[in-house]
Nanobody, 123 residues
């Protein structure tokens, strides 16, 4: 397993932007598929975006064109740039790692999780 620590959450107004960061520790980061999930109050945790070791990306439909996932393997970092935020984006955002090496959108594919960072979008 790898250890994951998220940062960058906060309070932002509708239409604003935030950049989340996820710092990983451990070996073999470069071979991992990384992802962001989120959990809104009273709702189940859901997939947001994923990026493979080769930087192939995939997004939840509702964030396409607004969110961008990226990674820096040398720094063992993953990012989620979030633009045009709205109230439906309010949630705790979690970074996750999978050894699958492929695009993975199911929580069960991920075996390492961070503690989460709160994102609150105010209207």
């Amino acid at each position: 397993q790898v250890q994951l620590v998220e940062s960058g959450g906060g309070l932002v107004q509708t239409g604003g932007s935030l950049r989340l960061s996820c710092a990983a520790s451990g070996r073999s980061f470069g071979s991992l598929t990384m992802a962001w999930f989120r959990q809104a109050p009273g709702k189940a945790r859901e997939f947001v975006s994923t990026i493979t070791w080769g930087s192939v990306t995939y997004y939840k439909d509702s964030v396409k064109g607004r969110f961008t996932i990226s990674r820096e393997n040398a720094k063992k970092m993953v990012y989620l740039q979030m633009n045009s935020l709205n109230s439906e984006d309010t949630a705790v955002y979690y970074c996750a790692a999978s050894r699958s090496g492929i695009i993975a959108t199911d929580q069960g594919d991920y075996d390492s999780w961070g503690q989460g960072t709160q994102v609150t979008v105010s209207s």
